[in-house]
Nanobody
Framework: VQLVESGGGLVQPGGSLRLSCAAS????????MSWYRQAPGKERELVAR????????NYADSVKGRFTIFRDNAKNTVYLQMNSLKVEDTAVYYC????????WGKGTLVTVSS
């Protein structure tokens, strides 16, 4: 299993970013996918989750209405569209799949700062 995140960077408050997670080594379309984040000095937390078919999603309260998770099973990729970013969204964002055990990517850093 390999998960490779991309799309992080520095953005001003109120801005947008789209993160991507390219997956390989397993039947991507059969698994629920998740995005987590870990801010400095804090525990890793669930941000968003999407079912294998992409027909159901759920979000942390802190990002509801601002973030959207979606997937393209033909491309083995899951995305996180982040709008109206806040300073408190600054974190390393990780892609995750639970396939017998948890698998994680190396993460991509999102910094929201003026």
């Amino acid at each position: 299993v390999q998960l490779v995140e991309s799309g992080g960077g520095l953005v001003q408050p109120g801005g947008s970013l789209r993160l991507s997670c390219a997956a390989s080594g397993f039947a991507f379309s059969s698994y629920r996918m998740s995005w987590y984040r870990q801010a400095p000095g804090k525990e890793r937390e669930l941000v968003a989750r999407i079912t294998s078919a992409g027909d159901s999603t759920n979000y942390a309260d802190s990002v509801k209405g601002r973030f959207t998770i979606f997937r393209d099973n033909a491309k083995n990729t899951v995305y996180l569209q982040m709008n109206s970013l806040k300073v408190e969204d600054t974190a390393v964002y990780y892609c995750n799949v639970l396939r017998y055990v948890d698998y994680w990517g190396k993460g991509t850093l999102v910094t929201v700062s003026s």
